[in-house]
């Protein structure tokens, strides 16, 4: 099945610790996003990656951190410096033809920190 | 910068009523794409419109995109429960059909049977 997994689904971390949320597909898209969602807020974009290797920041980057060493992954750390960082995290992919290029969610990762 | 703005952020409606959510973004765009994410879950991608004008349809969904390219619409005639969920109209980023997409607010659609 192709696809993108998240894990894991609900994730429970105390104040000050960084965690690392994963994102993985296997539908051999060059682009990977991701965005944070608060009720009401709609979808905000961290990070994004057109390609392995390289990447960009997004409208709210502060406090978050990202690689792309393989085509497949491209975790996302959020660490101590983010102020508010409880929130629904969702993981996209996309291809980077110029027709068809809609995105693909994972199931997202509910982060609660405390 | 560049903003897509999405009217209305909720609506509530009786089964069997219509649904429209409109969506306008600050630039002209290549294309716009349209997403439902239901209660609990993750966006899945609609449809995308291209053409100046055009006017695709879905079953009961019927969507627009606008002559000038900035503005579109989602409508749905007869709602159903299985309606419910968040809608959200997506743009891609000035000058190009590829790379990010700046999404709206969404339109949050409660349906009461």
């Known amino acids: 099945d192709g696809g993108i997994t998240q894990s894991p689904k609900y994730l429970f971390r105390k104040e000050g610790q960084n965690v690392t949320l994963s994102c993985e597909q296997n539908?051999?898209?060059?682009?990977m996003y991701w965005y944070r969602q608060d009720p009401g807020q709609g979808l905000r974009l961290i990070y994004y990656?057109?390609?392995?290797?390289?990447?960009q920041k997004g409208d709210i980057a502060e406090g978050y951190s990202v690689s792309r060493e393989k085509k497949e992954s491209f975790p996302l750390t959020v660490t101590s410096a983010q102020k508010n960082p409880t929130a629904f995290y969702l993981c996209?992919?996309?291809?980077?033809?110029?027709?068809?290029?809609?995105?693909?969610f994972g199931p997202g990762t509910r982060l609660t920190v405390t | 910068g560049q903003q897509v703005m999405q009217i209305p952020q909720y609506q509530h409606v009786q089964e069997g009523e219509d649904f429209t959510t409109y969506c306008n973004s600050s630039?002209?765009?290549?294309?716009i794409q349209w997403y439902k994410q239901r209660p609990g879950g993750h966006p899945v991608f609609l449809i995308q419109l291209v053409k100046s004008g055009e006017v695709k349809k879905q079953k009961r969904l019927t969507f627009q995109f606008g002559e000038a390219k900035k503005n579109s619409s989602l409508h749905i005639t007869a709602t159903q429960t299985t309606d419910v969920g968040t809608y959200f109209c997506?743009?891609?980023?000035?000058?190009?059909?590829?790379?990010?997409?700046?999404f709206g607010r969404g339109t949050q659609l409660t349906v009461w049977p």
């Open positions: 997506a743009g891609p980023e000035r000058g190009s059909t590829l790379g990010r997409l700046y």
């Open positions: 990656s057109q390609i392995v290797n390289d990447f």
């Open positions: 630039t002209t765009l290549s294309n």
């Open positions: 996209a992919s996309s291809t980077r033809r110029e027709t068809d290029y809609e995105q693909y």
């Open positions: 539908l051999n898209h060059d682009a």
